[in-house]
């Protein structure tokens, strides 16, 4: 069984703390998870409790998958304290790591972002880069996953970051469960940019989310700005720039990102052959499919239905 290790540093923020437990916990037993401190003793939070948590620093010696949830700023400098070092030097080499929100700042400081792509919540991108220039931060995205190592922006984006663990563990069927059992959307559209502050639009004016339905249901056909802007009821610049505002995207690449969501979906659950799977999500060819999805997540369709379909086998 995968095991999970929650590490709970000083000031640790108790609702994204539970994020890890409510996700990977909901994965029919696929994982295992469990929390620690870096000495093993209560871990007082941003709030006005303390958490009692049930393992030492030696639960780390046992990981798979290291989540670090996000803990109080003022915690969170360029140094940290020889206790939390020492804790991480336990994590065994090959384990995979997740930061969310300021768990980035802890990450950061151990060096292990260093000449990497990380994100943290928006909120703090200025002082992160301050603190930690060799890090190649990117504040638009609600999590970035760079193999071993994956980084997600505030409070909610660690489901977003936690599900996307699960899919790809065990395929979109088992993530889109997750999703489900947890009320949340399996994916959710656009980074966090769309959450930046700027002047909120009028629910009068705000008039994309009908039409991002109506071209999720048409995406193995030709869409094009105009058929989306038309749609809409706006012109070509109105609709670029609402459909900006609201989702942190412009309409093509946001097109682009469902057809691949549509694939892997496709190439998870059907024996479509790849040629097939690229008419129905919408790719004028099996070419292009390839390059999208091997710039999505690094992989060609065959090797992708592959790893799924082995994991499937494996598991029945």
Known sequence: MHRVVVLALDGVYPFELGIPH????????????????????????????????GHGPDALTTADTVVIPPFD??????????????AFELIPPGARTVSICTGAFAL??????DGRRATTHWAL??????????????ADVLFIDDGD??????????MDVCLHVVRNDHGAELANRVARLCVVPPWRDGGQAQYIEHPVPAAAAAGTSATRQWAL??????LTMADLAAHAQMSLRTFARRFRDEVGMSPGRWVIQQRVVRARQLLESSDLSVDQVAVRAGFATAASLRQHLQAAIGVAPLAYRRTFRTAERVES
Do not use: K
């Open 217 to 222: 249901e048409r995406l193995h056909l030709p």
């Open 125 to 138: 991108a200025a002082e992160f880069r301050r603190l930690f220039p060799a890090v190649d931060l990117d």
């Open 22 to 53: 409510r996700v990977f916990g909901s994965a029919d037993g696929r994982y295992e998870v469990v929390t620690c401190s870096v000495d093993g003793r209560p871990v007082p939070s941003d709030s006005d409790f303390a958490v009692d948590v």
């Open 73 to 86: 700023l003022r915690q969170a400098t360029a140094e940290l304290p020889a206790r939390v070092l020492r």
């Open 108 to 113: 950061a400081a151990t060096g292990r972002l």
């Open 149 to 158: 190592v994956l980084t997600s922006a505030g409070a909610a984006s660690g």
